[in-house]
T-cell receptor, first 114, second 112 residues
Framework: EADIYQTPRYLVIGTGKKITLECSQTMGHDKMYWYQQDPGMELHLIHYSYGVNSTEKGDLSSESTVSRIRTEHFPLTLESARPSHTSQYLC?????????????FGPGTRLLVL | AQKITQTQPGMFVQEKEAVTLDCTYDTSDQSYGLFWYKQPSSGEMIFLIYQGSYDEQNATEGRYSLNFQKARKSANLVISASQLGDSAMYFCAISGTYKYIFGTGTRLKVLA
């Protein structure tokens, strides 16, 4: 089982602020993912990474950016937060080959932009 | 392309009874994985069970079993002896070439 951490758990911030959501995992997983999820709704993939210095945009257009300088760390940054960014952000990492990869999730960050 | 369909937005079940949550999928991959996750109101996603496309036996994990019917492209989750703590959102997912797709989820409410 993976240990994956997200900080902060909750964030209330004003419009226009720059924020970084942190995600770290201790299992050495190569693949990491960021999802955006509104309450009770489906998950939307916004970014993923298959390893260090590898990042790709997901299916949902997002104004956020990510970086992967270290295997264990996959932060997501919003340069200028807007109320439309209010959502829950879930980070995940995976173990195994692509047809067996169980995704393990962090606890999530609930973001409210005023 | 891959797709997951969960047609039950919400389900009710009486405590101690069994419940089946439906999931159908579509994929062009020969090898793929099927997963179920539970999301309580606290928001975290909890992995429940995995079924490989080449596995001939249905996966089981405690009170959870996955009813895998490959020809019908269905991967239903069966929860036996429901408990109040099973009340949550349940998501079906498929993994394949470069993609991991989730369904829209089913909200399960267990009644006392």
């Amino acid at each position: 089982e993976a240990d994956i951490y997200q900080t902060p758990r909750y964030l209330v911030i004003g419009t226009g602020k720059k924020i970084t959501l942190e995600c770290s995992q201790t299992m050495g997983h190569d693949k990491m993912y960021w999802y955006q999820q509104d309450p009770g709704m489906e998950l939307h993939l916004i970014h993923y990474s298959y390893g260090v210095n590898s990042t790709e945009k997901g299916d949902l257009s997002s104004e956020s950016t990510v970086s992967r300088i270290r295997t264990e760390h996959f932060p997501l940054t919003l340069e200028s937060a807007r109320p439309s960014h209010t959502s829950q952000y879930l980070c995940a990492s995976t173990q195994g080959t692509w047809d067996q990869e169980t995704q393990y999730f962090g606890p999530g960050t609930r973001l409210l932009v005023l | 392309a891959q797709k997951i369909t969960q047609t039950q937005p919400g389900m009710f079940v009486q405590e101690k009874e069994a419940v089946t949550l439906d999931c159908t999928y579509d994929t062009s991959d020969q090898s793929y994985g099927l997963f179920w996750y539970k999301q309580p109101s606290s928001g975290e996603m909890i992995f429940l069970i995995y079924q490989g496309s080449y596995d001939e036996q249905n996966a089981t994990e405690g009170r959870y079993s996955l009813n895998f019917q490959k020809a019908r492209k269905s991967a239903n989750l069966v929860i036996s002896a429901s408990q109040l703590g099973d009340s949550a959102m349940y998501f079906c997912a498929i993994s394949g070439t470069y993609k991991y797709i989730f369904g829209t989820g089913t909200r399960l409410k267990v009644l006392a």
